[in-house]
């Protein structure tokens, strides 16, 4: 058994290193902020509703002769609303589907 001989192989040190010098942080571009674009949406929605509301208002009353003007506002409003529902449906799924993750 004297005849195999082994060789120790000197390894470089390791490339990257633990040292928290080297860590830097991600950078991240500030954008606005998940809870103040839903609150804008939101806002929005109530905007046009309540816009519908007066031309609505506004139909009956006499005061504007023009049925399309009411009509686009409350076609406007009702698209606006079901976009913001079905958006909120699928946040309250998402939630759901978190809450149920093992950790």
């Known amino acids: 058994m004297s005849d195999f001989l082994i060789n120790p192989n000197k390894f470089p040190a390791p490339v990257i290193s633990n040292k ?10 500030a954008g606005p902020k998940f809870g103040d674009m839903l609150s804008d949406a939101i ?15 506004k139909l009956m009353t006499g005061e504007v002769k023009d049925i399309h003007t009411a009509m686009i506002a409350l076609q ?7 976009m913001m529902m079905q958006v909120r449906n699928k ?10 993750m093992t950790v």
């Open 91 to 100: 946040l309250v799924n998402a939630y759901q589907e978190i809450m149920k």
């Open 43 to 57: 806002q929005e929605v109530n905007q046009l509703q309540q816009q519908a509301s007066t031309e609505t208002e």
């Open 76 to 82: 406007k409003a009702d698209v606006s609303f079901q």
């Open 20 to 29: 928290p010098a080297e860590v830097k942080p991600a950078q991240t571009q």
